[in-house]
C-alpha cells in the first residue's frame, strides 16, 4: 500500500530525510518514531503529498505521492490540526465532505458512524466551545470523510487525557481490523508498542533500526536477570567469579530482600552461589525484558554520520535491510 525508496529531503545544505527506504502493507499499523528534528513529520508530509522529496520516491494506494489523485486515497492528521471554531462537529465535518464531492447522504452516514465510534458527544456545540479531546476526535474523523485507503497520523492522542488517548488508540486498532493501512508517529512509545504491527526508528534523518518491536528488542536490547536473595550477597566475589566482566552489576535493598541485576543465566547462577556462601539464598528470579523506550533511547544516543546534504549512510547495517512485510504484496 505503501512504497518509499531512496527518499531523501534537503533544505540547503540540511538533510531532513537520508536514503530511506520502508514498505507499509495493506491493514498494517506502521509506526514512525525518532527524537525532535529526527525527520519523521517531514515523512509524514511527504507521504501526504504536503512536501515534496528532493530525491527518491514515495507511493502511497498506487500513485506517487506528488500526484494530486493520492489524496482522494488518503487521510492526513498532522500533530496540530486547528479547527473551524464557528462550525459545528457535524457542519464542519459535512463542509470537507463537500470537498470531496461524497454524496451528502452518503456523507452523512459516514460521520455518523464515525462520531459514534469516537463516542463524541455535543456534535451541534461551536467547536469553540468544545475540549481540546473533542477537537482531536473530530480532527480524526475529518481524515475518514473520503473513505481513504491509507491514513497518516501524526500525533494523534498528543496531550489528550487517558480516557480520551485510550480511546484513539482503540480508534486505531479498529481501523486496522476494517483494512485501514495506518502510518502512526508519537513521542509516547507505549502507544506506539501498543498498536502498531511494524516500527522504524528514526535519528538524524536515517532509520536506524526496524522491525516488528520484539524484533527490534531482540536485536537492539538487553534481557536484564533481577535476582532477589535473603542476604546481601558479595557484590565483589560476584564479580571476581566472573573475571571482572560484570562491571555493571548492583546489589539493592529492596523491603526485606536484595535484588542483584545481572545480564546472563549464567550470573545467576554466581549470585545464588554468592548468596549460598553468606549463609542466604535465592527467594525470587524476575526476567526485564527491554521496553521500546530502552531501545530507543540506545540508538538515537549512537553517534550518527552528518546531515549534510551530501552525506550517505553505510549499508553495512540492519537500517538498510528488506522491509517488505511477510506474505503481503
Known amino acids: 500500500m505503501i512504497e518509499v525508496a531512496g527518499l531523501r529531503k534537503t ?14 502493507g495493506e491493514g ?10 529526527a525527520g519523521k513529520t517531514t515523512t509524514l508530509k511527504i507521504l501526504a503529498g504536503l512536501v515534496e522529496p528532493t530525491a527518491g520516491e514515495a507511493r502511497v494506494a498506487g500513485y506517487d505521492s506528488t500526484e494530486p489523485a493520492m489524496r482522494h486515497h488518503l487521510g492526513f492528521l498532522p500533530e496540530e490540526s486547528p479547527l473551524y471554531e464557528e462550525m459545528t462537529a457535524t457542519s464542519y465535518l459535512r463542509f470537507f465532505a463537500d470537498l470531496y464531492d461524497v454524496p451528502r447522504p452518503v456523507a452523512n452516514e459516514r460521520i455518523e458512524d464515525a462520531l459514534d465510534r469516537l463516542e463524541l458527544d455535543h456534535r451541534d456545540r461551536r467547536l469553540g466551545d468544545v475540549s481540546k479531546g473533542m477537537k482531536r476526535k473530530v480532527a480524526i474523523a475529518r481524515s475518514l470523510v473520503n473513505d481513504p485507503d491509507v491514513l497518516v497520523y501524526d500525533e494523534p492522542a498528543s496531550g489528550l487525557d487517558p480516557v480520551t488517548t485510550n480511546s484513539v488508540l482503540e480508534f486505531t486498532r479498529e481501523l486496522r481490523a476494517a483494512g485501514k493501512t495506518v502510518v502512526f508517529s508519537a513521542h509516547n512509545l507505549y502507544h506506539v508498542e501498543s498498536v502498531c504491527d511494524r516500527v522504524v526508528i528514526m535519528n538524524e534523518g536515517r532509520i536506524v533500526a526496524r522491525g516488528t518491536v520484539d524484533g527490534i528488542r531482540e536485536r537492539h536490547g538487553e534481557t536484564t536477570y533481577h535476582v532477589y536473595t535473603d542476604i546481601s550477597p558479595d557484590l565483589e566475589a560476584i564479580r571476581n567469579d566472573h573475571d571482572g566482566s560484570l562491571p555493571d552489576a548492583t546489589v539493592e535493598a529492596v523491603g526485606d530482600r536484595f535484588r542483584t541485576a545481572v545480564p546472563t543465566i549464567d550470573a545467576v547462577e554466581t549470585v545464588r552461589g554468592a548468596a549460598a556462601t553468606a549463609g542466604g539464598a535465592v527467594v525470587d528470579i524476575r526476567t526485564r525484558e527491554p521496553s521500546l523506550e530502552d531501545v530507543f533511547l540506545e540508538l538515537v544516543g549512537r553517534p550518527m554520520p552528518g546531515r549534510r546534504a551530501g552525506d550517505r549512510m553505510d549499508e553495512s547495517d540492519d537500517a538498510t535491510s528488506t522491509d517488505r512485510p511477510e506474505g503481503r504484496e
Open 11 to 24: 533544505y540547503g545544505d540540511f538533510a531532513a530525510v537520508v536514503d530511506s527506504d520502508f514498505s507499509v
Open 28 to 37: 498494517e499499523v506502521f509506526g514512525i518514531v525518532g527524537p525532535n528534528g
